[in-house]
């Protein structure tokens, strides 16, 4: 389903109003939390999705690009708010991401961006800027939303909270694959140091950690074909009664 820009609802100010499901997926990138999410919203029609780690990508290169170093923390939160951002598209292939007019799809989704994205992310103003944004999408019928800590922080009295994991050593392979296949060169030693990296910030940061909910369903992916996932997050729709 298309994502588009979101105008604020005062119901959301606490995570949204709990009369609007959300269904939170977290996990580090490369898990296949897109997979996931973009099948969802094809298994639940009219259901809105959010792609958390886009708005954090989309914040530091407008800094970036601002010339604003990553500490300058008061000067990058105050970004949030004003930008002028819009998703859109059905699929992994037709979707684009327009900010303030302009198509910035393909340096939202660079290896360096995620990594700059990182680095915010963990800046206590940056996330509480972005907070907000994040509860504006939860609208009727329901929202499908991908992140970090859509479960834990974002959306906590989320009706179904997945945490999705893979190796290392796995997600880079598929990283090798997918820049391959957009002619873009790239080796498998140097993107496993940067997953990595990235996943030890995450991890390790103050505020808002990569960590399972205590009532997420977990789901590793290593070694799994995107059927066989699919297959899991069926079930959890089962047997949470949203199908």
Known sequence: ????????DPSAAAGGSSTVPVIAVDGPSGVGKGLVTRWLAQRLPGWHRLDSGALYRILALAAQRRHLDVRAAAAIARLAPALDIRF????EDDERIVVDGQDWTHEVRKESTGALASVIAA???VRAAL?????????RPGLIADGRDMGTVVFPDAVLKIFMDA??????RRRLKQLSAKGIQATLAPLCEEI????ERDRNRPIAPLKPADDAEV?????LAPEAVKA?????????RLV
């Open 219 to 223: 789901i590793d992916t290593t070694g």
């Open 1 to 8: 389903m298309a994502m588009s820009s979101i105008s604020a």
């Open 167 to 172: 190796s290392a050593e796995e997600r880079a």
């Open 232 to 240: 899991r997050v069926e079930a959890l729709l089962q047997r949470y």
């Open 131 to 139: 907070l907000q944004r994040q509860r504006d999408f939860r609208r």
């Open 88 to 91: 859109e598209g059905h699929t």
């Open 123 to 125: 800046v206590p103003e």
């Open 196 to 199: 990595r990296a990235r996943d």
